[in-house]
């Protein structure tokens, strides 16, 4: 099983594109994929003014993982595990784009990649070593599990 956190604009890209929905839809029903996601992720769908966009998004199984640090203003408690390496004290203190530190730092520690759109923190998460994909690529992906389990292509 491959283990994605996913920012929170795939969502509106999924959603943009119903037969790549489908086909990640499948893959999570397969037991292939686990999408995941932090409080952050979750608030933001939360904040969708739109209820009836934003039941439409928040159907997407997925698995709330704790954030491995918290800034202030940003993490809810009960929701954060604290680290003790400097990259968890930078996240403490906080940055610019603390949602974004705090979305990457799970990946690294609870994914096997991070999906997202957004070029800062793509250059950012790679450069800790974490794949990423934009979700061109999981669906991509999600569409030859589908071929595979239809006996489309050999394994």
């Known amino acids: 099983m491959r283990r994605a956190m996913v920012d929170t604009m795939v969502f509106d890209a999924l959603d943009a594109d119903p037969p790549g929905w489908q086909a ?3 893959a999570v029903r397969e037991g292939e994929l686990l999408l995941c996601t932090t409080h952050v992720q979750e608030d933001q769908l939360a904040a969708i003014p739109d209820p009836v966009r934003r ?4 159907r997407l199984p997925r698995h709330v993982v704790p954030a491995a640090g918290g800034v202030a203003g940003v993490f809810r408690t009960g929701r954060v595990r604290y680290t003790d390496d400097a990259e968890g004290d930078a996240l403490r203190f906080g940055s610019r784009h ?11 520690v609870q994914a096997d990649l991070l999906v997202t759109e957004d070029r800062r923190l793509i250059a950012a998460t790679r450069e800790r070593g974490l794949a990423v994909w934009q979700t061109a690529e999981l669906v991509a992906w999600a569409f030859g599990l589908r071929r595979q389990h239809r006996g489309e292509l050999a394994p």
């Open 24 to 26: 990640v839809l499948d």
């Open 55 to 58: 039941k439409a998004l928040q």
């Open 98 to 108: 603390a949602q974004d530190d705090i979305i990457a730092d799970a990946a690294v």
